[in-house]
C-alpha cells in the first residue's frame, strides 16, 4: 500500500537526509612546501635591519599566495646578515674580508666575538619571530653558527611553526673559501638526520655535501631530500651536467620519493650565485625547474605522505 505523506512531512525528510553524515571518501593529508629560489641583492645586505624587513616581507608573502606548512631558503642566507653586521661596525675588516675572498687567500683577520656573537642571535632571533607571526615552519638558508668550542659551522636550523628550532645540521664538506677564507669548520654527517615535517620525512643536504654518496647510505630513503645550494660561478651546460652527480644522483642510490633543491642567485662582494631550482623523481629525472638561473622563483611541493603522492608546480616569486 502507497501512503501518501503530507508535503510538510517530505520537507522534513528531505531537509535530514541533506543533514546525515555522509561517509566521506578518505582523502591523504597534504603538506605543502614552498622551496624558494631567491636572489640576493642591496636590499639584503645594505644593514641588519633591511635584512630583516625583507625577511619578514618575504615569508609573509610567501605565506599570503601560497598557504605552505614549510618554507626552505637557500645557502648562505644567514651569512648575508653577518655580513652587513660586519660592514657597519668594522668597515675596514670588511672590505678585508671581502678582498680576501676574491683573491681566494688565507684571512688572518679576527672579528671580535660580541660583534660575531650579536649578528648571529640577532639572526635566529628574527628568524624564529617571522616563523611565529606568520604561523609557519621555515629553514632560513643557513648562516655562521659558533659551537662551544669556539668553531664556526655553516649551519641549516629548521624553526616550526611555533617560533622553536626544532633541529639544526652543519655543512660536512667545505669550499675551499669556506674552509681556508672564512675559516669554517667541517660538521660531522653522523650528527645528521631526517626530520619530520607534518608526517614527511625530510633529509637536507647542503650544496657541496650533494656530492657525496655517503650521504645517500646515511640517510636512506625518505620522503623528500632538500638540498640547499649556492653555486658560486656562471651557470652552463658544464655546471648542469655536473650537478646531475648531485641531488639527483643521491635521490636514485637512496630510493627517495621526491629531491628538490632551494637555490640562491645574484651577487655580493665581487661573488656572484646562477643556477635554477629543481625538482627530481624517483629516478633522479628532473621533472620541473625554475625558468631563470638568476632570478627568482617559487617550487611548490605538496605532498601526500600516507600514498607517496606529490605534485610539484612552478612560481614566480612575488613581494
Not at 1 to 7: A, E, F, S, V, Y
Not at 188 to 194: E, F, I, K, M, V
Not at 267 to 278: D, K, M, Q, T, Y
Amino acid at each position: 500500500m502507497l501512503t501518501i505523506l503530507p508535503k510538510g512531512i517530505l520537507v522534513l525528510l528531505g531537509v535530514l537526509i541533506v543533514a546525515l553524515p555522509v561517509a566521506a571518501r578518505e582523502v591523504d593529508p597534504v603538506i605543502r612546501i614552498a622551496i624558494v629560489q631567491l636572489r640576493i641583492d642591496r636590499r639584503w645586505t645594505e644593514s641588519q635591519e633591511a635584512f630583516d624587513a625583507q625577511a619578514r616581507r618575504l615569508v609573509a608573502a610567501v605565506v599570503d599566495e601560497h598557504a605552505p606548512d614549510l618554507i626552505v631558503l637557500p645557502e648562505y642566507l644567514g651569512f648575508f646578515r653577518a655580513a652587513a653586521a660586519i660592514r657597519r661596525r668594522l668597515p675596514d675588516a670588511f672590505d678585508a674580508i671581502a678582498l680576501a675572498v676574491n683573491d681566494r687567500s688565507e684571512s688572518q683577520l679576527s672579528i671580535p666575538d660580541e660583534i660575531v656573537e650579536d649578528a648571529l642571535d640577532g639572526g635566529i632571533r628574527v628568524w624564529r619571530s617571522i616563523a611565529r607571526t606568520e604561523s609557519v615552519a621555515v629553514v632560513p638558508g643557513t648562516g655562521p653558527a659558533i659551537d662551544d668550542d669556539g668553531s664556526v659551522r655553516n649551519r641549516l636550523w629548521v624553526i616550526d611553526e611555533r617560533g622553536d628550532v626544532v633541529y639544526h645540521q652543519d655543512k660536512a664538506f667545505l669550499t675551499d673559501i669556506e674552509r681556508d677564507v672564512i675559516g669554517i669548520e667541517p660538521g660531522a654527517l653522523h650528527d645528521a638526520s631526517p626530520v619530520e615535517i607534518g608526517g614527511v620525512e625530510i633529509a637536507f643536504t647542503v650544496c657541496l655535501d650533494s656530492f657525496y654518496s655517503e650521504w645517500s647510505d646515511h640517510f636512506g630513503e625518505v620522503d623528500l631530500w632538500i638540498d640547499l645550494r649556492a653555486n658560486g660561478e656562471p651557470y652552463t651546460q658544464e655546471v648542469r651536467d655536473r650537478f646531475a652527480d648531485a641531488l639527483p644522483r643521491r635521490v636514485e642510490e637512496s630510493g627517495t620519493t621526491l629531491g628538490a633543491s632551494a637555490t640562491l642567485t645574484g651577487g655580493f662582494a665581487g661573488l656572484i650565485w646562477e643556477g635554477p631550482s629543481f625538482a627530481v623523481d624517483k629516478s633522479g629525472r628532473r621533472i620541473a625547474e625554475s625558468p631563470t638561473a638568476r632570478g627568482e622563483s617559487v617550487l611548490i611541493v605538496e605532498f601526500a605522505p600516507e600514498a607517496e603522492d606529490f605534485r610539484v608546480s612552478v612560481h614566480p616569486l612575488r613581494r
